[in-house]
């Protein structure tokens, strides 16, 4: 990649679910990114052959302008839509810039969807985690993987907010129609200041990894 996302460096569980692709969906299937941010996961999906739908609100994110780094400078940062065409991406992505959680659930169908640490934001606290996981898994055509890492509950005030979840708190959302295929923990890390946050802070991940079941009819 001749760019990087301001989220380059940042832990991530992403390896593991792109295994899960190459091992269930088709190289050429389509994937849905919801919080697409500047593309952190979005080109590389794309520059492995994967046709991508991202999905974003944050018109800084999209579009890149001024931000203000931990030290307090501040420089340009490039957007989604611009990383896209330097790194000639832009035919195989399709850039939805609104609310995931607003209105309607999207009407797209894709082979699998992927969401890294969005939950957690308070901008998504007004509608209930189980409606955004739902919505998610709207998206997944039969025979398709959901993928998800989140923030797990580290301070006392996380535990009272339902966003920041757990691997054992999602099982109940993947009854029925779904197979959890895999999930995983980090410990408690520090992480270094970062673009939102100008003090080192203290982490805990989750992953969770689930499949559709291939031979139901798709209802949605």
């Not at 999906?45 to 739908?53: E, K, M, P, S, T």
Request: hydrophobic share 40%.
């Amino acid at each position: 990649m001749q760019t990087q996302s301001l989220w380059e460096h940042t832990l991530t569980f992403f390896p593991q679910f792109l295994t899960t692709l190459r091992e269930r969906v088709a190289p050429d299937a389509t994937i849905a990114v919801v919080g697409a941010s500047d593309g952190k996961f979005v080109l590389p999906l794309a520059a492995a052959g994967y046709r991508v739908v991202a999905i974003e609100r944050d018109a800084l994110a999209v579009h890149g302008g001024v931000i203000r780094l931990p030290d307090d400078s501040e420089v340009h940062a490039m957007g989604l839509t611009d990383r896209l065409k330097l790194e000639e991406l832009h035919a195989r992505v399709q850039v939805i810039e609104e609310d995931f959680l607003a209105g309607e659930p999207l009407d797209v169908r894709c082979e699998a969807v992927w969401t890294s640490c969005s939950w957690h934001y308070s901008a998504n606290h007004h509608r209930p985690l189980a409606e955004f996981v739902d919505r998610m898994q709207r998206l997944v055509r039969p025979g398709g993987v959901f993928g998800a890492e989140f923030m797990m509950p580290v301070e006392k005030r996380h535990h009272l907010v339902e966003h920041y979840t757990s691997p054992e708190r999602l099982h109940r959302h993947f009854l029925g129609d779904w197979d959890v295929l895999l999930t995983l923990r980090t410990n408690e890390f520090a992480e270094r200041p970062h673009v939102g946050q100008p003090h080192h802070h203290i982490h805990r991940m989750g992953l969770l990894l689930a499949a559709r079941s291939s031979t139901l009819t798709d209802r949605f």
